[in-house]
């Protein structure tokens, strides 16, 4: 097979032809290393490669293999983590000009798991600085631009990753999400992104092992492929204490499922935010869909009441016990966004927290209150289609004027304050053929409720399978 045709493969289908000893690890890896060279000046997602060590770990599973033995579930699929995740051995930079030549001695559960369950690390996918917006550009290492057209950003804060798998560069990606950045990316190339519960992908080791707003989790080109990151990823870890104590294998379950009857609130604007028409019109064009799988669709939002204020000042919390300690020692060599971040954090008043515990517990109770009529909420991703990577955020959004370099992005942290799991899915195109992703949002701690819902529509669209284009072919 040439490497197009392998690279094409979902990673259930590479699993499948290792196993069947159709493929082995190596001519994975070779493959997709292939695919690095030919797509990635195009779009910057990979910033650290190590070929001769992927390599290496390659033969490895292949001899296991030769003599029995395999890995695990993710037995010689290749992967690459977000310059976030600790990786022994290897840079990892947080995409800052602080941490440039930092090495680490361990790595962190993310790719250690991956590892154990017999993935190959290739290197690490680019991020913005200290994962702080949307939109992934840094000092180091540049933008990352989006596949579908390399003159607009690829999203973020887990934009490598969204952009080495939708170019094929990668089956399997690993991300976080504190605001979105595990579904916007998604969104902008035409993947699967989920945004798990707090607690069901352990985060280890970490400083602000309490803060609930921020989780890691799978990115796919589709759902079957997002549900087996997930059982790679998930289960508990005495070392995170907020990790949920169940049987990540709960994940492998089968993903069809019948629909008829269910209850699916309609949020177009998630109760008014200002969002561009042509993404509404994308999601419009399949609600349908939801019809033909027995689906009962109602217009309907929760009530997201004092999300704003309870969002920044959590997320200046988090900030503050992150980037408290580099603000000090290195602020002159961190991005304005970041320091306006952690500054708000360090200097807000107690009593600015205490509203803002309030006012999540609150929410909680109005969207558990919500979900008890609806088994699930669906709506956009992002308020925007894919922008121009040499803007650093949305300003204005259809005439509204947006308020500060996140405010574009309100339809996804309004979620991440609800602790309910949400993911991604390809839904369509606009005109000008930039894709459009739908949210789709469960039950509290049920990503399998939604991982279903997910699976479901997208076999139904099959918008997975539109690949971007080579601006040379």
């Known amino acids: 097979m040439s490497w197009e045709t392998v690279c094409g493969l979902s990673a259930v289908q590479m699993r499948a032809e290792i196993e069947a000893g159709h493929l082995s690890a190596r001519e994975l890896v070779d493959a997709h290393l292939e695919a690095i060279a030919h797509w990635n000046p195009v779009v910057n997602a990979i910033i650290t490669l190590d070929a001769d060590s992927a390599r290496a770990r390659a033969l490895a599973c292949d001899e296991a293999q030769a003599r ?55 290197g690490k996918t680019n ?200 603000l000090v020692r290195a602020r002159a060599r961190m991005k304005d966004t970041v320091i306006w971040n952690t500054e708000l954090g360090l200097n807000q008043t107690g009593a600015a927290l205490a509203q803002a515990e309030r006012d999540r517990g609150a929410l909680f109770a109005r969207m558990h209150a919500f979900m008890q009529d609806h088994d699930f909420l669906i709506g956009p991703v992002s308020q925007v289609a894919p922008f121009p990577a040499d803007e650093e955020y949305v300003r204005e959004i259809d005439g509204t004027a947006m308020n500060n370099y996140i405010d574009w992005m309100r339809s996804g942290y309004y979620l991440s304050l609800t602790g309910h799991p949400a993911i991604s899915v390809p839904c369509g195109f606009t005109a000008e053929g930039l894709p459009v992703g739908i949210q789709i949002v469960g039950r509290y701690r049920d990503e399998l409720g939604v991982l279903r819902l997910a699976h479901a529509f997208e076999q139904a669209t099959q918008c997975w399978r539109q690949a971007p284009r080579h601006p040379a072919a």
């Not at 917006?133 to 490598?160: E, I, K, M, V």
């Open 127 to 326: 991020m913005p600085e200290f994962g702080a917006g949307s939109q992934t550009f840094n000092p180091l290492f540049g933008a990352t631009r989006n596949p579908y057209d390399p003159r607009l950003t690829a999203g973020g804060s887990s934009g490598g990753a969204a952009a080495a798998l939708a170019c094929r560069m990668l089956p399997l990606a690993d991300g976080t999400d504190m605001g979105g950045s595990l579904r916007n990316p998604a969104s902008f190339c035409n993947v699967v992104g989920l945004r798990p519960s707090p607690g069901r992908v352990p985060q280890v080791p970490g400083s602000a092992i309490y803060n609930t707003l921020t989780v890691a989790g799978p990115m796919a080109r589709t759902v079957a492929d997002a549900a087996l990151m997930l059982a790679a990823l998930a289960g508990p870890d005495a070392r995170d204490p907020l990790s949920i104590e169940q049987d990540p294998a709960r994940f492998l379950a089968a993903l069809d499922h019948d629909f008829t009857g269910t209850r699916i609130a309609y949020a177009p604007t998630w109760g008014g935010l200002p969002t561009e028409p042509r993404v509404v019109q994308a999601l419009q064009a399949q609600l349908s869909v939801f019809d033909t799988l027995g689906c009962h669709v109602s217009e309907a939002c929760p009530d997201f009441r004092g999300a704003d204020a309870s969002f920044h000042a959590l997320r200046g919390l988090a900030f503050a016990v992150t980037q408290g300690d580099t």
């Open 68 to 122: 029995g033995e395999t890995r695990g579930l993710l037995h010689g699929l290749p992967v690459a983590h977000k310059d976030c995740f600790l990786t022994a051995g290897m840079r990892t930079t947080w995409g800052s000009p602080v941490y440039e030549t930092f090495v680490p001695a361990q790595s962190s559960l993310v790719v250690s798991r991956q590892q154990q369950a017999g993935a190959i690390t290739l």
